[in-house]
C-alpha cells in the first residue's frame, strides 16, 4: 500500500532530551516536507526537500533539523526540545514540488514538558 | 506572500444535505489542492485541482484560476464527511511552497 509512515505517532518528552520523528514514503516521490499544526495558526512548513542531499527551511525551521539521505526517508530532529515545539506534526510526500498531489503521514503528537 | 481565505469558518449540516466550501487566493498560483482533516487528524488528499473541474464520487471540486477561488461541492452529507476541510496553494514564480488557508469545519449530523 502506498503511503507516508510517520513514527511515533504520540511522544512525550522533557525539555532539552533530543528526539527524531522518523518518515517514510514507499512512493518513490522526490518532494518530501514536515508541517506542524497548532490551533489558531493552522498549518506550517518547517522544513522541505526536493530530492536527496538537498534540504530547504520553510517557514519555521528554529530550532528544527533534517536530513535527506536517502529518497523514502526525511527524519525530523529536535536538538533541544523545548515546551514551545509542542505540537502535532506531520510529514508529507509528492512525486515532484508543484504539479502533484501531496500525501499526508498521520501525525506525530509531540508533548515536551 | 499569497493570501488564502476560506469560508465559512464553520459549517453544519444534516445528512444528505449539500454544500459548497469556498477558497479564495489573493495571487496566481500554478497549484491548488483540497485536503480533508477527520476527527482523528488524519489528513487525506481529495484534489490536486489548479485549474478546471474535477469529480470524485460525491464530491467535487472547481478552480477559477483567472477569477482567484476555488470551490469544494459536497453532495448528499454523510457523518463521515464531518472534519475540517483545508484549501492550499502554491504562488505562480514564488515560494516553492504550498499555503494553507485556515480550513472550514465541517459538522454533519445524523
Known amino acids: 500500500e502506498a503511503q507516508v509512515t510517520q513514527n511515533p505517532r504520540y511522544l512525550i518528552t522533557v525539555t532539552g532530551k533530543k528526539l527524531t520523528v522518523t518518515c517514510s514514503q514507499n512512493?518513490?516521490?522526490?518532494?518530501m516536507s514536515w508541517y506542524r499544526q497548532d490551533p489558531g495558526l493552522g498549518l506550517r512548513q518547517i522544513y522541505y526537500?526536493?530530492?536527496?542531499?538537498?534540504?530547504d527551511k520553510g517557514d519555521v525551521p528554529e530550532g528544527y533539523k533534517v536530513s535527506r539521505k536517502e529518497k523514502r526517508n526525511f527524519p525530523l530532529i529536535l536538538e533541544s526540545p523545548s515546551p514551545n515545539q509542542t505540537s502535532l506534526y506531520f510529514c508529507a510526500s509528492s512525486l515532484d514540488r508543484g504539479y502533484s498531489p501531496l500525501h499526508f503521514g498521520n501525525g506525530t503528537r509531540l508533548t515536551v514538558t | 506572500g499569497i493570501q488564502v481565505e476560506q469560508s465559512p469558518p464553520d459549517l453544519i449540516l444534516q445528512e444528505g444535505a449539500n454544500s459548497t466550501l469556498r477558497c479564495n487566493f489573493s495571487d496566481s498560483v500554478n497549484n491548488l489542492q483540497w485536503f480533508h482533516q477527520n476527527p482523528w487528524g488524519q489528513l487525506i488528499n481529495l484534489f490536486y485541482?489548479?485549474?478546471g473541474t474535477k469529480q470524485n464520487g460525491r464530491l467535487s471540486a472547481t478552480t477559477v484560476a483567472t477569477e482567484r477561488y476555488s470551490l469544494l461541492y459536497i453532495s448528499s452529507s454523510q457523518t463521515t464527511d464531518s472534519g475540517v476541510y483545508f484549501c492550499a496553494v502554491e504562488e505562480e514564480g514564488g515560494s516553492e511552497k504550498l499555503v494553507f488557508g485556515k480550513g472550514t469545519k465541517l459538522t454533519v449530523n445524523p
Open positions: 485541482i489548479p485549474s
Open positions: 512512493m518513490n516521490h522526490e518532494y
Open positions: 526537500s526536493m530530492n536527496v542531499e538537498v534540504t
